[in-house]
């Protein structure tokens, strides 16, 4: 407390003191008060030193009241001093106060520094399915165009998986479909047709829907699997023909798997379309130039379409001459697997979150 | 189905497609019969030639060696040494020059055996891959040709080895392609060839057949033709090189002369044939009728079985003689003994024989022609074919007269096919000419008809094509020869409004990606799953009804599983989630979360008079009476592990937790604000089990607008060590329809209000009996319209409170509308809770 120590509370003495002394005692405070702005090694430290020469009962306070006491002729020269003084006492304060200040954000930021290369706590949605997301895509797609989803039971009775759908007891075209049953009268659907025949039953044409959904079939080998995914599309109309047909696959088809692709019908047979066609599009891979995926054909099947048999509109009380109706169906792992590359079908059922992940 | 292109020739020209064959196949393929794959036998036989043995002498430093100077056709003699011992000087040969590659990547190169150069090898049948030779020795031996076979021949000419082979897939509409004729007259009308039909040359001298078989179809529906011819006085012995060929490419074996004419005529006219010895029958008599049940019969491949009554059967007087169109009987055919044969040329409908073979399992080139349809106009043909080549390989008197029961001969009806329908089907203008023309082209009478509106023509398909009877069926065949690719593609307007998607579909496709954003992936798993891996699991699934989840206790069972862990549909979605979690645990994917939208299975019987349920399947349309099937759509997810990143092993706590508030905020996301949690404690309480794969100690039921829909709980210790899974593993399963009841739900906006809220917490000894959720009752009463929300924000066990409690804090914030709340209203509403909950549990506040 050296201020103390020069300002004593003695009034008397100060008031003895000559202008010359007040002066150079004013040039000591000035000197001090430099050294201590310019030691203050903080901006915490720096502001004390401020209260303790401005503050009410700095330094400077003092000084106003020795003012007080000086003669008028010392007092214009003692007071220009003190504000002098003070004003560049203020300015070598704002000029330490700032610099000590960006020393501090310097440090403080070096502190606070994270390592951002480690992570944040995980916070990830959960993926969909593979086959979900082609059946969402499928849909999505369709939806443009008016189709609307329809789902159907998985156990099914045998007149709407079969009989309904021109596929009579003891007939040949069942041997197309290897078929697990749960009684002498319900299967479990051996594709997703039958939603064709309870959608017809069930409401009124013209109709666009789709449906997709689970189905089975008993053979099983590396490339089949006896529980699987299908999605049917049916259209019915006054007037629907085999171009109507493809001209939908092929915008389907198009928006799919990309705008340069083709589609391609092969004659075919199922019992429930006449005429009856396989729709393979132009590799979407190789872009037709022949790869793993199609064989080196530069085409890869897709699924089966064509116009609705007279005999299934019939079945399901429709007159087929004031109604015709186009349908087509696919599986959807293989198109997960056209899509997405997938290699072996025991991933589609494993569900393994590494696999399951990657469609995040 | 194997098609040999140089048998194909025999009926129509195929020759330019002999170097060439893709050209053929593409077009079988884009006309619908496909071409699955093309084979060459010859080339496995390039540099195999024919050789004439010149010299034979001993190798000079090997006893068991000769060394053979050998003609092969190039001018000059190529010395061979050779192992074998059967062939001798001048003999024809089958000789492997240098640069041939044998079956088996066996490579013939120049080389020296014992010190002598040997440029060739002279071949085994085995070496050859060739399946003759009687005995496993004699295959061993050199082949040894007919002294008249051409030396220098390409050993692939010689045994007309030099051919093509295709391998059809044939659609079940076009049985008529099942035969070398059948795809000859397709071949003939796609490319507008004329087609060759066999016209069978022999003499018929012996007595009538019915003189020496009596034979009666007593069944003319499920047989409506039957024709057969006797041949007496055969020589059954082994098939001519030409014959055994022809059958060998197709990949049939040859067994003798009669028999492999019977598979010669199937794969040439498509018509199965069946060769008695008329000894062996009883009468001898033959009749076409129903069989007996429990009737006794062995095929000849020596099955025996037991007939279960009602099968189409030919029978001699005493018993049956083969099941018709399948397989015939050990009883009655062709041994080498026999010299007069019944040859049975008929027709059986495809169902009767179907069935027939498939209830049995019996599988023949003979039903699977049969069951998909042959030609009955072809009986006749077929017969005389046969009997034309039987007496010209094995001699003998053929019948002067053959039986034939036709008695309805099968009528084909003309369609009318209007051309205009014909082109609005296909979209693209169709000329009625061009129609006609390929009808005609198909061999089809076509007969142009008087309309008013339109060109049209009646059409008469030919008998073989059983598969056109409707207008449509002749608009297809029309579109298959014209190409499908000049099938243009035109846009269906949308005329009409587009209705929306199914209400289920929607309802999981919110759920989805409600759970999905809890970061639960989506898991995919079979609709049926093992019986036992099942109720291992599940144990008591007759307790879930009481917790949400409405099903049988039983699973329904699959008749035909593909094996035992495929037999039942499923009750739960969690054993299969359950196996997934194993398989990712045991690849190391040590912490993870699940779920699964699918459906689950039950039967009901139908009660009488009870309409059906919502969801299930009735057999037929409109009859009732069967067993019925319902389907419930269920959530189920599953949570094993934490992640253990920087973070979060920081905090952990139990993850049954983290699976139920994945699951309230999916409730709070379908605006469900009315649900608690009811502990096993408190169910087990009012009467009802725990399942069984729970810990007893940490599951709840959740309780949505008074009614149960589901529940959460971790695994019971004793499965988890079952398959020793070191991981804390929480499950949970809902029911979709009780959660979608009313979605979606109208939000309704609460008014903000201006005042401040205040918090308040207060703490209570509870005990461990009483779950913490149950104090939020007397809460909400006591605090009324001011409580804002209130949760546990803390719990504590231990230091001084009373054994069997703990203290749990409760944290209410309280706000009203009107006014700020001054202190007085707080300890009201605060000495009012701690009122309340002492009177209802006799808990102290802390």
Redesign the interface.
């Known amino acids: 407390m050296r201020l103390r120590a020069i300002f004593q509370p003695d009034q008397r003495e100060f008031v003895t003191m000559a202008l010359t002394e007040h002066l150079a005692r004013l040039k000591e405070i000035e000197a001090q008060a430099q050294a201590d702005f310019t030691n203050a090694p903080g901006t915490k430290e720096l502001y004390d030193q401020k209260v303790r020469y401005f503050g009410k009962q700095g330094s400077f306070s003092e000084l106003m009241r020795v003012m007080g006491k000086l003669g008028p002729e010392d007092k214009p020269t003692f007071g220009k001093e003190v504000n002098e003084t003070k004003q560049r006492l203020e300015a070598l304060y704002n000029q330490q106060e700032s610099q000590l200040k960006s020393q501090e954000m310097a440090t403080r930021l070096a502190q606070e520094a994270l390592d951002l290369s480690?992570?944040?706590?995980?916070?990830?949605?959960?993926?969909?399915?593979p086959?979900?997301l082609v059946i969402?895509e499928v849909?999505s797609i369709l939806?443009r165009?008016?189709?609307?989803?329809?789902?159907g039971?998985?156990?099914?009775?045998?007149?709407?998986n079969f009989?309904?759908l021109n596929i009579p007891?003891?007939?040949?075209?069942r041997?197309?479909q290897d078929t697990?049953?749960?009684?002498?009268?319900?299967v479990?659907r051996t594709h997703t047709s039958p939603v064709q025949i309870h959608t017809l039953?069930n409401?009124i044409p013209?109709?666009?829907?789709l449906a997709?959904g689970?189905v089975?079939r008993?053979d099983?080998d590396v490339s089949h699997s006896?529980?699987f995914h299908q999605i049917e599309g049916m259209?019915v109309?006054r007037?629907?023909?085999?171009?109507?047909l493809?001209?939908?696959l092929?915008?389907f088809v198009k928006e799919l798997f990309g705008s340069s692709l083709k589609?391609?019908?092969?004659?075919?047979?199922f019992p429930f379309t006449?005429?009856?066609?396989e729709f393979d599009c132009s590799c979407p891979i190789c872009q037709g130039k022949g790869c793993r995926m199609c064989k080196h054909s530069g085409w890869v099947e897709i699924g089966g379409c064509g116009?609705i048999?007279?005999?299934v509109l019939m079945q399901a009380g429709l007159d087929p001459l004031e109604w015709?109706g186009l349908a087509f169906g696919f599986g959807i792992e293989r198109m997960a697997i056209i899509k997405y590359g997938v290699q072996d079908i025991r991933l589609?059922?494993?569900?393994?979150?590494?696999f399951?992940?990657q469609f995040e | 189905m194997k098609i040999s292109l140089k048998w194909l020739q025999d009926y129509v020209d195929v020759a330019d497609f002999l170097a060439q064959p893709e050209p053929l196949a593409e077009k079988l393929t884009a006309a619908g019969i496909e071409v699955e794959g093309i084979e060459r036998p010859g080339q496995a036989f390039a540099s195999v030639v024919v050789g004439h043995i010149k010299v034979k002498d001993r190798h000079p430093d090997a006893d068991k060696l000769t060394l053979c100077q050998v003609d092969v056709g190039s001018g000059g003699l190529q010395q061979i040494v050779c192992g074998a011992s059967n062939h001798q000087q001048g003999d024809k040969v089958v000789v492997a020059l240098p640069g041939a590659v044998l079956p088996g990547d066996f490579k013939i190169k120049v080389s020296k055996i014992r010190g002598v150069e040997s440029r060739g090898m002279l071949c085994s049948a085995s070496e050859l891959g060739l399946s003759e030779g009687e005995t496993a020795e004699a295959a061993k031996g050199i082949v040894i040709l007919p002294p008249q076979a051409p030396v220098g021949e390409s050993f692939a000419r010689y045994r007309e080895l030099d051919d093509v082979i295709f391998e059809l897939s044939v659609t079940p509409n076009r049985a008529d392609c099942l035969s070398h004729l059948g795809l000859a007259r397709e071949i003939g009308s796609l490319s507008e060839r004329p087609v060759r039909v066999p016209e069978p040359q022999f003499s018929a001298t012996g007595a009538p057949t019915q003189d020496l078989v009596a034979v009666e179809v007593l069944n003319a529906q499920l047989c409506p033709r039957y024709a057969g011819r006797v041949i007496r006085g055969v020589k059954v012995g082994p098939s001519p090189d030409w014959l055994k060929g022809r059958l060998e490419l197709l990949g049939l074996n040859s067994i003798n002369n009669v028999v492999d004419v019977t598979n010669f005529v199937m794969m040439e006219l498509g018509q199965p044939l069946h060769a008695f010895d008329v000894a062996r029958l009883a009468g001898p008599k033959i009749l076409v009728g129903e069989a007996k049940k429990g009737e006794k019969f062995t095929t000849l491949d020596k099955t025996e079985i037991v007939l279960k009554g009602g099968e189409l059967v030919i029978r001699d007087e005493e018993r049956p003689v083969a099941l018709a169109g399948v397989v015939g009987g050990l009883n009655s055919g062709v041994t080498d003994q026999s010299q007069d044969l019944f040859i049975e040329s008929a027709h059986f409908i495809p169902e009767s024989v179907r069935r027939t073979s498939r209830q049995y399992g019996i599988e023949t080139d003979s039903a699977y022609r049969f069951s998909r349809g042959t030609d009955p106009e072809m009986v006749e043909l077929a017969l005389n074919r046969a009997c034309e080549l039987i007496q010209k390989l094995a001699g003998g008197e053929v019948a002067e007269v053959y039986v034939d029961h036709y008695p309805s001969p099968l009528i084909r009806e003309a369609v009318a096919v209007h051309v205009d329908l014909v082109s609005q089907k296909l979209g693209y203008p169709v000329e009625a000419q061009e129609f006609a023309q390929m009808m005609t082209r198909l061999g089809c009478r076509v007969e142009p008809l008087v309309t008013s509106q339109s060109e049209a023509f009646a059409l008469v398909a030919p008998v073989y094509r059983w598969d056109l009877f409707q207008p449509v069926d002749f608009i297809e065949e029309f579109a298959r020869l014209k190409g499908y690719d000049q099938i243009p593609e035109s846009f269906p307007p949308l005329e009409h409004k587009p209705s929306p998607h199914a209400r289920e579909y929607l309802m999981q496709e919110t759920l989805s990606e409600l759970v999905r954003a809890q970061g639960y992936s989506q898991a995919v798993n079979y609709g049926f799953i093992g019986s036992e891996w099942s109720a291992d699991f599940l144990q008591n699934p007759e307790v879930l009804p009481a917790w949400g989840l409405e099903g049988a206790a039983e699973p329904v069972k699959v008749l035909n599983p593909l094996n035992v862990e495929l037999d039942v549909m499923r009750l739960s979605l969690l054993p299969g989630l359950y196996k997934n979690i194993l398989h990712n645990f045991r690849h190391s994917v040590e912490w993870g979360r699940l779920f699964e939208l699918g459906s689950v299975f039950q039967a009901k019987v139908p009660e009488p008079g009870k309409p059906a349920p919502a969801g299930s399947t009735e057999a037929s349309g409109p009859s009732v009476g069967h067993w019925e099937y319902v389907e419930r759509s269920r959530l189920s997810m599953v949570a094993w592990g934490q992640s253990e990143t920087l973070w979060h092993k920081k905090v952990s706590w139990p993850v049954v937790y983290d699976l139920k508030a994945a699951i309230e905020s999916l409730l709070l996301r379908l605006r469900l604000g009315g649900f608690h949690w009811r502990t096993a404690e408190e169910m087990k309480a009012q009467g009802q089990g725990v399942p069984g794969f729970l810990h007893p100690g940490k599951s709840a039921a959740l309780i949505l607008e008074g009614r149960p829909v589901g529940f959460v709980g971790s695994l019971h210790p004793l499965l988890l060590e079952r398959e020793k899974l070191r991981a804390d593993v929480s499950v949970a399963e809902l029911d979709v329809e009780s959660l979608m009841r009313g979605q979606p739900r109208a939000l309704k906006l609460k008014s903000l209000s201006p005042y401040p809220a205040v918090e308040r917490d207060l703490t209570f000894v509870v005990p461990h009996s009483v779950p913490a959720n149950r104090l939020f009752a007397e809460i909400k009463k006591a605090s009324g319209p001011l409580l804002q929300s209130v949760q546990v924000v803390d719990q504590f066990t231990g230091g001084d409170l009373p054994a069997g409690t703990r203290a749990l804090s409760y944290r209410m914030k309280l706000q009203d509308s009107q006014a700020t709340l001054s202190e007085e209203t707080l300890q009201k509403v605060q000495s009012q809770i701690i009122e309340l909950v002492k009177k209802k549990h006799s808990i102290s506040v802390r």
Not at chain 1, 153 to 160: K, L, R, S, V, Y
Not at chain 1, 180 to 186: K, L, P
Not at chain 1, 239 to 244: E, I, L, Q
Not at chain 1, 263 to 269: H, I, Q, T, Y
Request: aromatic letters at 10%; a negative charge; proline letters at 11%.
């Open positions: 480690l992570p944040g706590p995980e916070r990830s949605q959960g993926s969909r399915h086959i979900s969402n849909i939806s165009i008016g189709y609307s989803v329809r789902l039971p998985q156990i099914e009775g045998d007149w709407f009989e309904a007891p003891d007939h040949p075209s041997d197309l697990f049953y749960v009684d002498d009268h319900h479990l039953l409401e013209p109709l666009r829907v997709p689970s089975f008993c099983s006896p529980n259209l109309d007037k629907v023909s085999m171009a109507d493809k001209g939908t092929s915008y589609v391609r019908f092969r004659p075919s047979f006449e005429p009856s066609a116009l048999n007279p005999k015709q589609f059922n494993e569900n393994d979150l590494r399951l992940r």
